[in-house]
T-cell receptor, first 114, second 115 residues
Framework: GNSVTQMEGPVTLSEEAFLTINCTYT??????LFWYVQYPGEGLQLLLK?????DKGSNKGFEATYRKETTSFHLEKGSVQVSDSAVYFC?????????????FGSGTRLQVQP | DAGVIQSPRHEVTEMGQEVTLRCKPI?????LFWYRQTMMRGLELLIY????????DSGMPEDRFSAKMPNASFSTLKIQPSEPRDSAVYFC?????????????FGSGTQLSVL
């Protein structure tokens, strides 16, 4: 079956520090990969996505590259801000026998201190 | 568009009571999903619909849970009778379709507390 493994949080960083949140996956077929972000008291929002191997998704300074050889989709940002404090979810999406399967990781909480 | 709208935002009820959560998807979206979020289990997909038809309800925990989508603009998730272990945040999400690249739009969730 499909699964997503994320690094456990919380991740605590100072403003302007470099961020990496690791994500690895197991999937049948060729999944699409996503990062969603959840700010306090809100629902999840799509941050970025990649649909095939070696694609790089990017948005708001965040990047992630679809690495098929290592089954990874690590999230990175060069300089975090306090406003980036949130929970980040890695997810994969496949279609199996006509049914869509969207699997989320457990989420990683990021805390950025001024 | 106002996005996915869920109601109520918070619900506090007593064990044994019926609870109904409501969702209005984004207009034009054909697919609707119900998720449950807890600290212990993270995000769990309960059920999803396509064109108002339930496609996969394998995530519904037990018969106490039921979901309906009578039309393209409204869905309900009902728990009867409710139990303390049902306490969680319930999210509704919608998307244009069921393609693997489709982006999900989430509502703000319903925080359910069963005492």
């Amino acid at each position: 079956g499909n699964s997503v493994t994320q690094m456990e949080g919380p991740v605590t960083l100072s403003e302007e520090a470099f961020l990496t949140i690791n994500c690895t996956y197991t999937a049948t077929g060729y999944p699409s990969l996503f990062w969603y972000v959840q700010y306090p008291g809100e629902g999840l929002q799509l941050l970025l996505k990649a649909t095939k191997a070696d694609d790089k998704g990017s948005n708001k300074g965040f990047e992630a590259t679809y690495r098929k050889e290592t089954t990874s989709f690590h999230l990175e940002k060069g300089s975090v801000q306090v406003s980036d404090s949130a929970v980040y979810f890695c997810a994969l999406s496949t279609v199996d026998t006509g049914r869509r399967a969207l699997t989320f990781g457990s989420g990683t909480r990021l805390q950025v201190q001024p | 568009d106002a996005g996915v709208i869920q109601s109520p935002r918070h619900e506090v009820t007593e064990m044994g009571q019926e609870v109904t959560l409501r969702c209005k998807p984004i207009s034009g979206h054909n697919s609707l999903f119900w998720y449950r979020q807890t600290m212990m289990r993270g995000l769990e997909l309960l059920i999803y619909f396509n064109n108002n038809v339930p496609i996969d309800d394998s995530g519904m925990p037990e018969d106490r849970f039921s979901a309906k989508m009578p039309n393209a603009s409204f869905s309900t998730l009902k728990i009867q009778p409710s139990e303390p272990r049902d306490s969680a945040v319930y999210f509704c999400a919608s998307s244009l379709g069921l393609g693997t690249n489709e982006k999900l739009f989430f509502g703000s969730g319903t925080q359910l507390s069963v005492l």
